[in-house]
């Protein structure tokens, strides 16, 4: 390389660099400037909204906690997820067997049906999902709100698990089946703890679209003790008094649990779409 | 594998109930609904008189146009996750820290997101201050509260937390394909853009058709948690879309069968969408991809 080459090999690297920076800069401001006026006094976010906090203090997550029935919120999002996601899982592994290891005449076709399922947007099945459920008593419940998340999860959890049972090797299933296993044996014995890192990644993707999901538990839980806390955090911006560093302390406290998932599982996370996407 | 006839629709059985409940059923009540118009009391069948009052209405036309404007949005990010995931692939110092800190928006509720930036485009907010204080008073405006700005400013955050989906997926498939065709444009003598020219944009063709079908489908479709926390559709309806006049009419106004057309046009708009991806996909089956 001679000197001039090199010089241009330095600039295009660091011109990469500084690109790459800035968009992370702006990736993580949004992040930081939510955590440090979380530790802000109210005066002191008007004197000092982009700095650290000169002396931080944990009263806004104490009016946080307070405020708008917080732990309830919380407990809802809370049992929402995990109920929708749990029976999600084994319901989609269960039909995933079925695609991935037997046949059955329309298979093809309900395959493609399911990955079409996957891009229907919510918002319109919820009006008709409404006057259903007003029928059924299911309205304000969350069994109503879990069979509804639970039907918008299938298409890509069942998709993704097919996808992962075709990949265990026949000579597994041939041998459990000549020790005397049964269909459902073979399942629950072999297939499921075989994919482990696929259920992983299905509960990390599906938890957090639950958690984040606002439309329908705006519409399906109006009682104020069933709301979750999405709902509570977008009601906060239309009170009168707006406390802005406290409402940034909501936001952190309900941001922690996707954070830590996201670290405990990025991975299988980003496998998780990826397998949507990528051959 | 030896099983009876009817043992996979067994297996099958819990989830097509549950697609039935939560997709087919409502589907075909929503088509009835959207033909439907409550008269004393009674539902009655009015054909496509509701789609009609839908097309006069202006409130809907705006929500209409607003999802097209959003449509600008989806070149910008598909060239932007491009650059970044091509960068990033260059294994620039540190590229695995900044992959994941690029995805992180992507993750975050986009009710705390909205929040968040509602707050950083206040008036009085702090990208107006730092406006300031750089010496740019004159670009200190009302991010969120004047009817020109608004529709652009949303734009603006659905991009910073949607592309770094667009960079996971490219960086994913640059790294399965074979090192070999780099090095070969390499010995060719092929300059940086030749490369990506010729080997990097060719290779993630499927990949790049995939992320702009998905994210046409989230400007049309998947808007409606910004704009209820930033703007709520507002200032006047210069930020409504249709989803939130969906909301609107369904939840607010007890107009059920004018929402219930809304969501039919909705519908036939996605359904287009997947059908000219599966096209794009000429013989290949969803089966086949896997």
Not at chain 1, 94 to 107: N, Q, S, T, V, W
Request: charged share 15%; hydrophobic share 55%.
């Amino acid at each position: 390389m001679s000197g001039s080459d090199r010089f241009f090999f330095w600039m295009g690297s660091s011109i990469r660099q500084l690109v790459v920076i800035l968009a992370t800069l702006l990736s993580l401001f949004p992040i930081y400037f939510m955590a440090v006026s979380a530790f802000k006094t109210k005066d002191e976010y008007i004197a000092n909204k982009w700095g650290l906090p000169a002396a931080p203090i944990l009263d806004n997550f104490a009016t946080a906690f307070s405020g708008e029935r917080f732990f309830i919120r919380f407990a809802n999002s809370t049992i929402l997820t995990v109920g929708s996601v749990l029976i999600s899982l084994i319901i989609a592994c269960l039909a995933a067997y079925a695609f991935a290891r037997m046949e059955f005449p329309g298979k093809r076709a309900l395959f493609n049906l399911l990955i079409s399922l996957m891009v229907i947007p919510p918002v319109v099945l919820i009006v008709p999902l409404f006057v259903s459920m007003v029928q059924w008593k299911l309205v304000n419940t969350y069994q109503g709100v879990i069979l509804i998340y639970t039907g918008l999860m299938l298409p890509f959890s069942t998709f993704l698990m097919t996808n992962f049972f075709r990949t265990i090797p026949r000579e597994i299933i041939d041998a459990a089946l000549i020790d005397g296993a049964s269909n459902f044996g073979v399942f629950w014995r072999i297939m499921m703890p075989l994919s482990a890192p696929a259920v992983m990644t299905l509960v990390v993707v599906n938890a957090l679209w639950v958690w984040n999901e606002l439309l329908i538990a705006l519409v399906f839980l109006q009682k104020d003790e069933l709301k979750t806390l999405m709902v509570g955090i977008a009601a906060m911006r239309s009170r009168h008094y707006v406390d802005i560093p406290a409402t940034m302390a909501g936001l952190l406290i309900a941001t922690i649990p996707i954070v830590v998932l996201y670290m405990f599982g990025q991975r299988y996370f980003i496998r998780g779409l990826v397998s949507g996407a990528v051959k | 594998m030896r099983y009876k006839k009817y043992e996979p629709w067994l297996y099958l059985a819990p989830t097509l109930l549950a697609l039935v409940l939560v997709f087919a059923y409502p589907v075909v009540r929503l088509v009835i609904l959207s033909m439907q118009r409550r008269s004393k009391g009674e539902m009655i069948f009015v054909g496509l008189a509701n789609y009609r009052s839908l097309f006069k209405d202006d409130v809907f036309l705006e929500a209409v146009g607003n999802n097209l404007y959003l449509l600008i949005s989806v070149p910008i990010m598909v060239a932007v996750a491009l650059i970044l995931a091509i960068f990033l692939f260059e294994r620039i110092k540190g590229w695995r820290f900044y992959q994941t800190t690029l995805f992180l928006p992507y993750l975050l509720p986009i009710v705390v997101v909205g929040l968040i930036f509602s707050y950083i485009f206040q008036l009085s907010g702090v990208l107006n201050e730092f406006l300031t204080l750089i010496g740019l008073e004159r670009f200190a405006l009302d991010w969120l509260g004047s009817t020109k700005l608004a529709l652009p400013t949303v734009m603006f955050v659905v991009v910073w937390k949607e592309v770094g989906l667009g960079v996971v997926l490219f960086l994913a498939r640059l790294m399965s394909v074979e090192e070999e065709l780099f090095d070969a444009a390499r010995i060719d003598g092929a300059s940086w853009w030749e490369m990506q020219w010729y080997v990097t944009i060719p290779q993630l063709s499927t990949v790049i058709e995939f992320f702009t079908v998905i994210s046409v489908i989230t400007m049309l479709s998947w808007v409606f948690n910004y704009v209820y926390v930033m703007t709520a559709g507002g200032p006047g309806n210069s930020t409504m879309v249709t989803e939130l006049y969906v909301y609107l009419q369904g939840f607010r106004y007890n107009q059920m069968n004018l929402a219930a057309a809304t969501s039919v046009l909705i519908l036939i708009v996605t359904i287009v969408l997947i059908f000219v991806q599966f096209r794009l996909r000429e013989g290949e089956d969803g089966w086949e991809q896997i």
